[in-house]
Nanobody, 123 residues
Framework: QVQLLESGGGLVQAGGSLRLSCAAS????????MGWFRRAPGKEREFVAA????????YYADSVKGRSTISRDNAKNSVYLQMNSLKPEDTAVYYC????????????????WGQGTQVTVSS
């Protein structure tokens, strides 16, 4: 069982940056691949980024590639999403998720989810 808690969301102007954090409970965090997803108002949940158990493999959605960096610290049971050059279309609730084995992009492949953190980008 893994429990996830996101933090770091907020209101930022377009062009600004935010760093989202996700703290995980449990002793086996390093066994899990982690993903970030988001749900914008009136839209479906979409994949943002993922990182494998060691941090050696990452994958990004085209919409955030080059502007975002996912990373993890297994000693701190945490995963991060650094987002730069934020755009109004990045406004969404951001969720972190965990799954065993390797990274994946479909949300249904993830077993554990956090409650989400709101990111609002003003123009």
């Amino acid at each position: 069982q893994v429990q996830l808690l996101e933090s770091g969301g907020g209101l930022v102007q377009a062009g600004g940056s935010l760093r989202l954090s996700c703290a995980a409970s449990g002793r086996t965090f390093s066994r899990y691949a982690m993903g970030w997803f988001r749900r914008a108002p009136g839209k479906e949940r979409e994949f943002v980024a993922a990182i494998n158990w060691s941090g050696g493999n990452t994958y990004y959605a085209d919409s955030v590639k080059g502007r975002s960096t996912i990373s993890r610290d297994n000693a701190k049971n945490s995963v991060y999403l650094q987002m730069n050059s934020l755009k109004p279309e990045d406004t969404a609730v951001y969720y972190c998720a965990a799954r065993l084995l390797d990274i994946a992009t479909p949300a249904e492949e993830y077993d554990y989810w956090g409650q989400g953190t709101q990111v609002t980008v003003s123009s």
